[in-house]
Structures are given as structure tokens and as C-alpha cells.
């Protein structure tokens, strides 16, 4: 069962507010005897800045993600949205520099969202987790429509025990987060998440499960403010089994 | 375009989301028409012909002198007119001259987007000619004196009872909300307008080259009318309207139709050829067509942007777009809304001018999904983001915030130096105490990202960073397992 | 030509040409390849009886699901008494008297219908191009009766051609339209009468028709008779034997008398 060593790249979001999603996924990694470091120095994939049209700082930003992930065999990062701009929009960052572009396209190649490099790269889809409850799912947009992953989450989901997955309506539709957006425009960006927040309510779940911290970080800061009980939880999180089992 | 003004986006969108109306109205639009477009892509046979279409589009952009030059030199074989606009102003006075020419008191137009673009209206209004929009619901919004909020479905914004009072005043008649009469009161008032007008006014949604015509799509049948009692007609078409060959006007008319309203074919397809010959029964004596540039060239010109010029206008983006359907289409103050609205307003219009659509999506990738030609609007946006960011003389655009980029420079300097990204972390904890509230939970932030706070909370930062506990936790127990591991500390 | 010559030339500069250097088409020869439509051509050509019957199927589902009354006929009798059921039983929508106008057509002149209403006060005009009144009794008219060129099964489309006493109007103006279609002229899809299309002489302006005017613009309900015809009747003329169909076609047909009268 035991991959190639694993580069840990934990999300600025998730290093800083919920170190607890990274751990999770370390406590993963060990149980399936997986190599994991942690390479020192990373920061921000640089995608606040890329979305928000700034991209010589968002290519400052990728060069120093290049530089500390370049000798990593495979980096996995517990978030879609990194990835996707890793992925997709790390070799547009350099027009007039050839070398970097490849060295671009070579860390594309190897930098992989965590379900996935799970279910398509390891090939598990039973990570021996238990999570007693009911939870519904929301797919990330940058994850869903940006890197395809759809189905490998749930694949993870089904194979949980006690775990009962309800899908909510338009699980695909964007939570409204976008990055800078749901600062500038909060309004738009709350009454989406209100559309996403009835969504998950009507399914009667007891948490909300998702791969991208920062649209959960969306949800929760809404639920929090209607105060709602629903829980809000990372997939790493389900996967580690802390609820019930053998974390 | 001259018809807009600066937009006032987050103003309109607020008032769009505070209506109980136009939210339900948006909602079932989208759960219809974006989710019934995205099953015919899904279960569609011939899953190459959305790509086939784009790329005989993106070929006919690199042609398209001569393919306009072909459509054009079929068209005057006929006895067509064609005149060729560089802009706005350009297209009316052209149009205006026809209109005086015939002394004509009366236009009657089918729905085109193109000429909202130009804003044409006010100006025949001026020359003293009565202009009468055909379409239903664009007749609906004329009357009311109101702007259409959808591409295809212009007056979403507005409910039976409130279409019941307008015609009660408007029409005289009866109040009633019951769809089928309004439809029938509208049916009489127009069908007098359209048999006795000197000038029909029309867009046009793809011209075929190769045989010299234009084509017209509508379920109402207003636009048959318009193009064939009048006996002048003038269609205006923007110059990227166009396909090569018929097989090209088929495989684009299908995915108009089935993107735009779920229908293998619209009620009516009006091809239109030059005007009525000799010993034709009926149709125009006299057909205009003006091909209008009024910016399109800048977006040839541009290969970041070119693609958009593929779009043929379906509305099927603002289907299934998140933002659109909280908003509506007033927000976006331009005759285009929605996502594709989003990159071609500020195009045709003036990007610092439209900043506000450039800036106020999520990116969330919808719209590139139902797109029938696969337009990458997301791209688009970002890249037009960049254009903000720092300002482009190609496009004539100034550096939308300075303090925003100096935001971002600083950024740049914290990202690049991992001891400075730790230390300002430390900072943001010990900083953050105050605003912790007992749930865990911060509720009130200052300065620019006190937008997220304004209906949301916020988690704070965590005692302990995930790289701090890696070291205290993790690190140790394990040793690293590549060579040349990147491993200097801060 | 001014208006072109300088349109072009920022064509070209946009595309990064040399602006004054015109590119003549026969250059680009793959621009307008015409599609090989022989195969197609063919295809409809050896269409069988029976498979004939078959588009004819299915162009009777796709049209019912469109709301348009289909009706199978036999022989031109039949057809015609199709023709003065609907014209004895509707009602004019705009007007007090009956007028009905119908293409100048081979097909439609075999009805003879202005024989068949002489004693009941309906005129029955026929649209000649000469006809210097044409346009007053076609808005006279509530029923407009044509002959299709083409019909798509696939879509429940009609195709008609724009030719001398083949006016437009007659489809568009009165508030009811039969349109005859033989079942010869009857394809499966688009693409079969797009290749047909090519092959038509004279294209000067034509419409693809597929069911009657609507309208979804208030809240979205659809309405029937926007601006064009409220009700279309498509009477497919096919020889026997499908006498079966015809009993069928116009039990359903019944069952659709369900359009907003004024």
C-alpha cells in the first residue's frame, strides 16, 4: 500500500486557521504507511493574487512554491483550489521565460489535491475511517468543473463506516465564495451562500463536508452568523476518523 | 457602447437581491433552462460538434475580411444594400438616412441586442418616428419604460400582475394577470403596428456567407413580421455574426437553439437573402444590412480575447451563472449581462468604466461549462482582472487601484520571505484577541476585509500554526524521506 | 464601396495583415468547401416506403409534442376535407367574414376549395404575384393554407421556399395555418434538408417553420399566437396505404382543441 514519499503542501488557510485539517491528513498518511514530509519555507500558492489580475506577485508566488516543492515526487495539498492554480495557471505565469515554464509544467504534473491523489494516484478509496452520522457534500468549484474531481470524494465517503452520505440540491453550484470577491461584494457573495446553506439544510445532515477550506470557511462563517448547528468539516477530517474511531 | 453609463453594480445588485420576485423568477429560469442545457450537453450524441462549431468560428475571425466580403458580395447580387459601420454613430446615421429617405413614421423592430448596443431608438425618436419594439417582452419593457434584464427573456424582472397594470394603462384595457389574454391584448396592439410601419428594424443572428443570407430566430413570429410587411428593411448585424458555409450556419443554429431555449429549432427561422425579387408576392423592396465593427476589431485584434466574439448570444450563461441568478441582469447595466455580458460590456464599453463586472464573479466556471461554444469567460475575467491590475494602453485602461497594488506588492514581499509570512502571523494572533468572541467565532473586522464580516463570521487564526505543530509534533519522529529535500528552517 | 474598403483594411490590421493587401478568395479555397452532400442526397433518394412511414411517425410524434394538429391524408379528397372541416369550424380571429388565401400551388389548386365554400359567404383567395391586393386579402384572410417544400422529421419542421405566388405571409399573417407537405418531401433531420436546400434553385429567402407562434415572456407560461399563426395544421399527403393513421391522426387531433379563442 505504501506510495512514493508525500510533500505535504498545507494551504496557507489551513496552516493558519485550521491546522487541525492538516493534521488530520498526516494521521491518513500514517495509518496507510505513507512517507510524509513537510518541507519548510512554503507559504501561499498565489492565488488571491492571480484571480485578483496581479500576476507578476502571483508568479512571485509561484516561483517560491517551485523553488520549495521542485525535488518533492509528489505534492498533495488538501485543497482544490490551490491545486487547480498549480495545475492550470502556474505554466501561463511565465510567457517570456521558457525555463521557468517547465519547471512550471514539471511542478503541475506532480501537484495533486488530496482525495485525489488517494483514489487515482494510490488507488485506495478505503481509508479505514468511521465517522458515525449523517453528512452531505459540497463540491468545490475549482475542484469540481476546474480539476474533474467529482467522484473521488465520495468514492472516500462511501467507504466510511456509519457514514451516510445525503446529497443536498446543486451541490455543484458555488457557495460564493470567489476568493477577494466575498469581501467586495459581500452581498452577492452572502445571498449565495444562503442558497448553499438551505440547500444543506434540507437535507437534514448533520455536517458539511468538503475538500476547499475556504468555501467551508464560507459556510461556517454564515452558519455561525444565522447560528445554525450544522457542522462544518474538511474531508481530511471525516477520513482521519476522528469522530469515532481509530484516530 | 453609448448606450451605458458608469455601472453602479453592487447598488443594483443589492436592490436584485432584495426582491422576493426576481429571486423566484431567476430561480426557476435557472433550474430550467441552465440545468435543461447542461443534460443536452451531457447526453447529446455527437459530443465533438460544441468544439467543430468553435473552431469554424475562431477560423471564420481569421478570414474575416474575406468572408464578409463574400457575404456582402452576395447579398448586393440580390439588390441588397450593405453598409459597412466602423461604429455606433456610424450604423445610425445610416440607418436615420434610410428611414428620411422613405419618409418613414414608423419602425418596428425585432429583438436586437446590437441595437441596444448602438442605441438607436433615442435617435429616431428625435428625427420624430415612432419606434415599436415587436418582441414580447421587449415590448413589454418599452412600455414600461424599463431595461431588459435578460438576453433572451428581457422582462424576467417582472410578474403578471405588474405586466396586468401596465397594460391596463398602457393598452386600455382591462386589468387582468392572466398570461394568454396580456398575450392576445399585446398580439392586436402590434399586429396594427406591424402591418402599417414604412420600416422594419432587425438583428441578425448568423449571416451565411456562402450564400449571401442572414438568419433570424424567433418563437414569437414578430420578427417574420417585421421583415416581411415593411417595405423597407435595415438589419443590423455585429461583424462576428457570421458562418462561411451552410454546413457551419447549421451545426451554430442548432446549438443557438438548443442552448438559448431547449429546442431543436425555434419556431421560426427567417433567412433572408436581399429584398423581395420581381415577381416575389411579398417581402421588402428595399433591404439594407449593416455590418458594424463599433470595437469588435480591438477584440479581434486581441487574442486573450478573440473568443469571445465566438459567442452567438444564446443567454444560456446567465442560465446557470450564480451571480446572475442572486442579481439579475439590471446590475450589469449594459444590454449584455450575465457572465458573457461580464467580459464583452467592458470590451465594448471601457474596462475601468465596467470594473465592477470584470471584478464581481466567483470565477466559479459555470458559465465555461453550458457555453455552447466553449468560451472560457473565467479566462477572460481573470484576464481582464489584469488589465486592472496594472493598467494596459492597448486597451486604453488605467491601474483600477493603486492601494490594492500596493496590498499586493506588500503580499508579494510576505509570500516570497516564509520568516516575514510567520512573523506577520504571529502578529494577526496576537492582534485578533480582542475580536474573538466566545464562540470561537470573530464577528466584526476592520478595514477592507471588513466586507466579510458584514454577514458572515469569521474562524481566527489558530494558536499554533500546522507548520508549528509539524515541528513540535511531527517532524521529529520522522526523518525526511527525499534527498535534497528543500529543508532550510525559518 | 468606401465604408468597406476601410472596414476591411482594420479587419486586416486586427488580425495583424498588411491592411492594404486585399485577400482574394479563391485563395483560400478550403474557406468554402461545400460539404460532399452526394451520400446524403442519395439517401433520401433510395428512402423505402417503409421507411418513409417511418419518418412519418415520427414526425407525427415530434409535432403533436410541439402542439401542432397533424393529420395523415390519403388522397387530395381527404386532404380537402380536412381543409373545410377547419374552415367551417374555427372562427375568425380579427374579423367578421371568412376569408381564407392559399398558396398558388399545384397541389392546394387540386383541393379546388373555392368550389367547396360558393354557397356558405367564404372567399377563398389564391396568391398570385400579379395580385396587386394580395397583401389586403392575406391580412383578410384567418386561415392561410401553403405547400411546404421540405419537412424535417426530427424536429417537426417545415421548410418553405419564398417563390412567385408563394407569398411569406400566407404561413405568417392569418391566425391559422394548414400547411400541406407531401410525404416525398418528408426527411429525417436537419442535415438531410440542409443538402436539399443546396440543391433548390432559387434561395432567395425562406423560413423553417416548427409549430405555431409563442410566447414564454410572461412568467415564463408559454402561450400560443404570439405574433404569428396560433394554430398550424400539417397535413401530410401520403398515398395508401396508411389508412389506419389516419383514423388515429384524427382522433388525436380532437383532443388538441385546446387554443385560446378571442
Known amino acids: 500500500m505504501a506510495g512514493a514519499p508525500v510533500s505535504l503542501f498545507i494551504q496557507c488557510l489551513v496552516d493558519t486557521m485550521f491546522p487541525e485539517v492538516g493534521e488530520a491528513m498526516v494521521r491518513v498518511f500514517d495509518r496507510l504507511a505513507i512517507p510524509l514530509t513537510y518541507p519548510d519555507g512554503q507559504t501561499c500558492c498565489g492565488q488571491p493574487a492571480y484571480n485578483s489580475g496581479y500576476r507578476r506577485e502571483a508568479a512571485a508566488a509561484a516561483r517560491h512554491f517551485i523553488e520549495v516543492f521542485e525535488h518533492a515526487k509528489a505534492v498533495v495539498c488538501p485543497s482544490g483550489s490551490c491545486v487547480h492554480m498549480v495545475r492550470h495557471h502556474y505554466p501561463e505565469l511565465f510567457p517570456d521565460d521558457p525555463v521557468m515554464t517547465e519547471r512550471a509544467k514539471a511542478i503541475a504534473a506532480k501537484t495533486f489535491e488530496f482525495t485525489e491523489y488517494l483514489v487515482d494516484i494510490l488507488g485506495i478509496t478505503d481509508v479505514m475511517a468511521e465517522y458515525p452520522g449523517t453528512v452531505t457534500y459540497h463540491d468545490s468549484c475549482h475542484l469540481s468543473r476546474g480539476l474533474g474531481i467529482v467522484r473521488q470524494p465520495r468514492m472516500l465517503l462511501g467507504k466510511v463506516r456509519g457514514l451516510e452520505l445525503i446529497e443536498m440540491q446543486d451541490s455543484d453550484t458555488c457557495c460564493g465564495f470567489g476568493g477577494t470577491f466575498s469581501i467586495n461584494y459581500p452581498e452577492i457573495s452572502v445571498a449565495m451562500v444562503d442558497e448553499k446553506i438551505t440547500n444543506i439544510l434540507a437535507t437534514g445532515a448533520d455536517a458539511v463536508v468538503g475538500c476547499d477550506i475556504s468555501c467551508l470557511i464560507n459556510i461556517l462563517g454564515r452558519l455561525s452568523r444565522r447560528g445554525e448547528k450544522v457542522e462544518v468539516l474538511h474531508i481530511a477530517q471525516i477520513l482521519a476518523g476522528e469522530k469515532g474511531g481509530d484516530a | ?490 | 464601396m468606401d465604408s468597406q474598403t476601410a472596414f476591411m483594411r482594420n479587419i486586416r490590421q486586427s488580425l495583424g495583415l498588411a491592411p492594404d493587401t486585399e485577400r482574394p478568395k479563391r485563395l483560400f479555397p478550403a474557406l468554402f468547401a461545400k460539404a460532399d452532400t452526394a451520400l446524403i442526397l442519395q439517401d433520401i433518394e433510395n428512402r423505402t416506403t417503409e421507411q418513409q412511414n417511418e419518418l412519418v411517425e415520427i414526425l407525427q410524434a415530434n409535432a403533436l409534442a410541439l402542439g401542432v394538429n397533424i393529420s395523415i391524408a390519403g388522397s387530395h379528397d381527404e386532404a380537402a376535407a380536412i381543409v373545410v372541416d377547419l374552415v367551417r369550424t374555427k372562427n375568425p380571429e380579427f374579423t367578421h367574414t371568412k376569408h381564407i388565401v392559399h398558396h398558388d400551388h399545384p397541389d392546394l389548386a387540386t383541393l379546388q376549395l373555392w368550389k367547396r365554400f360558393s354557397r356558405e359567404g367564404i372567399t377563398v383567395h389564391t396568391s398570385f404575384s400579379a395580385d396587386q391586393q394580395l397583401r389586403e386579402k392575406t391580412i383578410a384572410s384567418f386561415i392561410g393554407i401553403t405547400a411546404a417544400d421540405i419537412g424535417v422529421a426530427d424536429s417537426a419542421t417545415f421548410i418553405q421556399l419564398t417563390q412567385p405566388g408563394r407569398p411569406r405571409s400566407t404561413s405568417l399573417v392569418p391566425s391559422i395555418h394548414i400547411a400541406f407537405l407531401k410525404k416525398e418531401h418528408l426527411v429525417a433531420d436537419l442535415r438531410e434538408a440542409y443538402a436539399l436546400l443546396r440543391e433548390k434553385e432559387r434561395l432567395d429567402s425562406f423560413v423553417f417553420i416548427t409549430g405555431p407562434s409563442k410566447t414564454a415572456d410572461i412568467e415564463a407560461q408559454m402561450v400560443h399566437g404570439a405574433h404569428g399563426p396560433r394554430e398550424v395544421h400539417l397535413i401530410v399527403l401520403s398515398p395508401p396505404p396508411i389508412e389506419k393513421d389516419v383514423r388515429e391522426t384524427q382522433n388525436l387531433q380532437h383532443t388538441e382543441e385546446q387554443q385560446p379563442n378571442s
Not at chain 2, 277 to 284: L, T, Y
Not at chain 2, 396 to 409: D, G, K
Open chain 2, 1 to 490: 457602447m453609448s448606450a451605458t453609463t458608469p455601472s453602479n453594480y453592487r447598488t443594483a445588485a443589492t436592490a436584485g437581491i432584495a426582491s422576493p420576485r426576481l429571486q423566484k423568477s431567476l430561480h426557476g429560469l435557472q433550474n430550467r433552462f441552465g440545468k435543461g442545457a447542461m443534460e443536452i450537453w451531457a447526453t447529446m450524441t455527437d459530443q465533438e460538434m460544441r468544439r467543430r462549431v468553435k473552431d469554424a468560428r475562431m477560423n471564420t475571425f481569421a478570414h474575416l475580411d474575406i468572408i464578409l466580403a463574400e457575404l456582402a458580395k452576395n447579398v448586393r447580387t440580390r439588390g441588397g444594400q450593405v453598409h459597412f459601420a466602423a461604429t455606433a454613430q456610424d450604423a445610425i446615421a445610416y440607418t436615420l438616412a434610410v428611414a428620411k429617405r422613405h419618409k418613414v413614421n414608423r419602425v418596428v423592430k425585432g429583438k436586437s441586442m446590437t441595437s441596444m448596443e448602438i442605441n438607436i431608438d433615442p435617435v429616431l425618436e428625435d428625427a420624430g418616428i415612432e419606434v415599436v419594439e415587436t418582441d414580447l417582452g421587449e415590448y413589454i419593457i418599452q412600455l414600461a419604460g424599463d431595461k431588459p434584464s435578460h438576453i433572451i427573456a428581457p422582462c424576467i424582472h417582472l410578474d403578471r400582475n405588474q405586466i396586468g397594470e401596465l397594460f391596463e394603462e398602457k393598452l386600455g384595457i382591462d386589468y387582468t394577470n392572466d398570461p394568454p389574454t396580456l398575450t392576445m391584448a399585446a398580439r392586436r396592439a402590434l399586429r396594427e403596428k406591424m402591418l402599417t410601419a414604412e420600416m422594419g428594424l432587425t438583428g441578425c443572428n448568423l449571416a451565411c456567407a456562402e450564400t449571401g443570407h442572414i438568419s433570424l430566430v424567433s418563437n414569437e413570429g414578430n420578427i417574420r413580421m417585421t421583415t416581411t410587411m415593411p417595405p423597407v428593411l435595415v438589419a443590423l448585424m455585429g461583424m462576428e455574426r457570421v458562418v462561411a458555409t451552410l454546413d457551419e450556419h447549421r451545426e451554430a443554429l442548432q446549438l443557438l437553439t438548443q442552448a438559448a431555449a431547449l429546442q431543436k429549432l425555434s419556431t421560426y427561422v427567417s433567412f433572408l437573402g436581399g429584398p423581395a425579387a420581381e415577381d416575389d408576392p411579398d417581402g421588402p423592396k428595399e433591404f439594407h444590412l449593416v455590418i458594424i465593427d463599433n470595437g469588435r476589431s480591438k477584440i479581434l485584434a486581441d487574442p486573450e480575447f478573440r473568443e469571445v466574439l465566438a459567442c452567438i448570444r444564446c443567454g444560456a450563461c446567465l442560465n446557470i451563472c450564480p451571480v446572475y441568478g442572486k442579481i439579475g441582469g439590471h446590475a450589469y447595466n449594459s444590454p449584455y449581462c450575465g457572465p458573457i455580458g461580464g467580459v464583452v460590456t467592458p470590451l465594448l464599453d471601457g474596462i475601468n468604466k465596467h470594473a465592477d463586472l470584470c471584478k464581481g464573479e466567483t470565477l466559479c466556471g459555470a458559465c465555461k461549462d453550458i457555453c455552447p461554444v466553449e468560451n472560457d469567460l473565467p479566462r477572460m475575467l481573470a484576464a481582464l482582472r489584469h488589465k486592472l491590475a496594472y493598467g494596459s494602453d492597448l486597451w486604453n485602461t488605467s491601474q483600477h487601484s493603486p492601494a490594492e497594488a500596493y496590498v499586493y506588492s506588500f503580499w508579494k514581499i510576505v509570500i516570497g520571505n516564509p520568516r516575514f509570512f510567520r512573523l506577520m502571523l504571529r502578529t494577526g494572533r496576537f492582534l485578533q484577541r480582542p475580536f474573538v468572541r466566545k464562540n470561537k467565532m470573530v464577528r466584526k473586522m476592520l478595514g477592507f476585509a471588513g466586507g466579510w464580516t458584514k454577514g458572515r463570521d469569521l474562524p481566527p487564526l489558530a494558536r499554533q500554526t500546522f507548520a508549528e505543530l509539524w515541528k513540535e509534533k511531527y517532524a521529529a519522529t520522522r526523518p525526511n524521506p527525499i534527498e535534497g529535500q528543500n529543508e532550510e528552517g525559518n
